[in-house]
């Protein structure tokens, strides 16, 4: 965990393409907005908008809806928000 300036991107990248890591959940980037050729877009990594500036259930009620959406994706169900 760490801000985004303090990150090592292509590191990151790496760890995640050669297997050490399985994924990584990431909210804020430097630059942002990601640039198209960034090593991450290759990797397994997982795109969330900054929650620290939210309600306090915001992160609960946010992963509820993606993990239903992964349901309905898996069944050809139209997804909620989408």
């Known amino acids: 965990m ?23 959940i990431l909210d804020v980037f430097d630059p942002e907005p990601l640039p198209e050729n960034s090593t991450l877009g290759n990797a397994q ?4 908008p900054s929650l620290f500036v939210d309600a ?10 993606f993990v239903d959406n992964l349901r309905r994706l898996a069944s050809s169900k139209p997804l909620r928000n989408g």
Do not use: M
């Open 2 to 24: 760490g801000r985004a300036r303090y990150r090592d991107y292509n590191g990151l990248a790496e760890k995640l393409t050669n297997g050490e890591l399985r994924g990584a």
């Open 45 to 48: 990594t997982y795109y969330y």
């Open 56 to 65: 306090p259930d915001y992160s609960e009620r946010v992963l509820s809806i």
